[in-house]
């Protein structure tokens, strides 16, 4: 890992940084999906999701350069790092915060993101469901950890 990462709580003004971080990471994580499709929902990422959540940022060397959001006590809603600091224990380290806190965790990750996928097995996580996403034209798996 490149640098001290240091993890906390969301504050109001990191905001800006996180939506960015969040609609670049999305869109780069899901090119089968159109970047439309994440950019028109911005907005309810901002005015719903995030109200709801709480959320742990990543900075380093005074960047957000991850956050993870943990809805109704146990559903992740959210983890990204921002490219260019992939592969560097960041997602690891956010996951390790939310497991801290919570027994229990679920998530939702498009059958296609092989990449969250494996990162998300190598977590502990393992499949329970799947759904297909008439919106995206895609299958979602949903997945599962609990604290032993």
């Known amino acids: 890992m490149s640098g001290n990462v240091m993890i906390r709580p969301f504050q109001p003004g990191d905001i800006d940084p996180l939506l960015s971080l969040w609609l670049q990471s999305t869109i780069s994580a899901h090119p089968f999906i159109s970047p439309d499709y994440w950019r028109e929902s911005l907005p309810l990422v901002r005015d719903e999701y995030l109200p709801q959540s709480r959320s742990w940022v ?75 996403n008439a919106e995206t034209g895609h299958s979602i798996l949903t997945l599962y950890w609990r604290k032993e």
Do not use: C, W
């Open 58 to 132: 990543a900075v380093q060397e005074g960047l957000l350069t991850g956050f993870i959001s943990v809805m109704m006590d146990q559903f992740i809603g959210a983890v990204f790092v921002a490219p260019g600091y992939f592969r560097q224990g960041i997602g690891g380290l956010l996951m390790a915060r939310a497991k801290q806190r919570y027994p229990v965790l679920s998530l939702e990750v498009y059958r296609l993101n092989r990449s969250a996928r494996a990162f998300y097995y190598h977590q502990g996580f393992r499949e329970t469901g799947s759904v297909f």
